[in-house]
């Protein structure tokens, strides 16, 4: 981890109106950085909750950390997918708040929608960099040209910068990776100044205690150190420290990472 330089890291995350191809936009970046195999079987990779699988919607934000070379050079890509319905915009804005870039997935069928509308603001007032994806463009009915339209007059976005993919498909996903590189700005970390971390989301294991998922944004966090929480005044022992890639991997220490000179 410690060899990107932080000008080759990018975290973003993924919104949309609830069933406008999140999830199946994740699996797709998921083959094309190597991360999982490419296998019919994928298919909401990333949704872990029974009742995801069971009614193929996102209800909780999942993270994956993608390795990606482009133009010769090694990227980290930080990927957060997350809930499109409007019960959990909550768990939209935690994870906003550890990005700098969304992509604002938009059916090239249904065009804007009422989620659409909200997430689009949520990342527009958190002033990260805004992608818009026009998806599935395959269907029979897809008019891309109409929704680009729409998102330049709603949203103010150029319809020329729209992404148009299939995510089922695979069509045109390449682009996607290449636009979260150019377009979303690296993170502002310093090594030097001590930890600082923001935890946008947890869960519990009974035998394992709290894991917290943290973004990084100053000094380094190792097993075995002590942490304390800003909001409590708490003090947390360390046990374990990793990234998910989607699943997880244990790693010696998280860091920020130093500027390349």
Do not use: W
Request: proline share 4%; hydrophobic share 40%; with cysteine.
């Amino acid at each position: 981890m410690s060899r990107f330089p932080v000008e080759n890291i990018r975290n973003f995350s993924i919104i949309a109106h609830v069933d406008h191809g999140k999830s199946t936009l994740a699996d797709r970046l998921l083959e094309l950085t190597g991360t999982i195999d490419k296998t019919k079987n994928n298919k909401q990779v990333l949704d872990k909750l029974q009742v995801e699988r069971e009614r193929g919607i996102t209800v909780k934000a999942q993270t994956a950390s993608l390795f990606y070379n482009h133009e010769g050079k090694q990227y980290l890509l930080n990927l957060i997918d997350t809930p499109g319905h409007v019960d959990f915009s909550y768990e939209v804005s935690r994870s906003l708040s550890a990005c700098q870039g969304v992509l604002l997935v938009v059916d090239a069928n249904e065009g804007i929608q009422a989620q659409t509308v909200a997430n689009f603001f949520l990342a527009f007032e958190a002033q990260l960099s805004v992608i818009p994806v026009i998806n599935k463009i395959d269907l029979k009915n897809a008019d891309p040209e109409r929704v680009g339209k729409q998102i330049e007059k709603v949203f103010d976005i150029p319809s020329d910068e729209c992404i148009k993919i299939s995510a089922k498909l695979g069509t045109n996903v390449e682009s996607v990776l290449q636009a979260v590189i150019e377009r979303i700005p690296p993170p502002k970390v310093h090594r030097k100044n001590p930890l600082r971390a923001l935890v946008f989301d947890s869960t519990f294991d009974q035998y394992r205690g709290v894991i917290a998922n943290v973004a990084l944004f100053d000094g380094v966090v190792s097993k075995g150190d002590k942490v304390v929480s800003a909001h409590t005044q708490k003090t947390y022992d360390v046990n374990e420290v990793g990234i998910l890639n989607p699943n997880e991997q244990q790693t010696h220490k998280l860091n920020v990472p130093c500027r390349s000179i």
